[in-house]
């Protein structure tokens, strides 16, 4: 009976001790684990704010082009021909400020890294992409002057 009861302590004990061991582990890095969705929660919720916030760009005195699209999706975008490194895109009830970012292919592709906003125009077309998301926003863009050769052939 003694050597009953003791191996039923020593059991116990050795239970314990791996539980407890256990325990601290388990604990840290489900912590840890808590920690890194918080922060990437956090990071995105301050991108997004500071998307939100950003500071508008001027358009004064600068001509609009309109652009109608497939699925009568509709932007607009401001440039100066004398400054090309960025335009304003007005795109779903916002201004976007966007660079140009160098391509090898001759078409004018700009920018916003922080709203995730890039358009990409080519002689015939521009379209509008969402970089975060990995989507299209709208496609097949045209302004009047490259709608018209079109009119002209359906003619």
């Known amino acids: 009976m003694k050597h009953l009861s003791a191996l039923v302590i020593l ?3 050795i239970s314990f001790g791996t539980a407890s061991v256990m325990a601290e582990n388990a604990p840290s890095s489900a912590i840890a684990a808590a920690k890194k969705v918080a922060a ?3 990071s995105a919720e301050k991108a997004e704010n500071r998307a ?3 500071e508008e760009p001027s358009i004064v005195g600068i001509q609009p082009v309109p652009f109608n699209c497939e699925l009568g999706n509709k932007l607009t975008i401001y440039g100066r021909e ?3 490194e960025q335009i304003a895109l007005h795109w779903n009830k916002r201004l ?3 660079h140009r970012v160098g391509t090898t292919t001759g078409a004018h592709r700009f920018e916003n890294t922080k709203s995730g906003l890039v358009w990409i125009g080519i002689p015939a077309k521009g379209m509008l992409l969402d970089s975060k998301k990995g989507k299209q926003l709208a496609n097949e863009c ?3 002057e490259q709608s018209a050769p079109q ?3 359906k003619g």
């Open 11 to 13: 059991l116990a004990g």
């Open 40 to 42: 990437k929660k956090a």
């Open 52 to 54: 939100e916030n950003e």
């Open 82 to 84: 004398e400054q090309d």
């Open 96 to 98: 976007h400020r966007m």
């Open 142 to 144: 045209r302004n009047p």
């Open 151 to 153: 009119m002209a052939g």
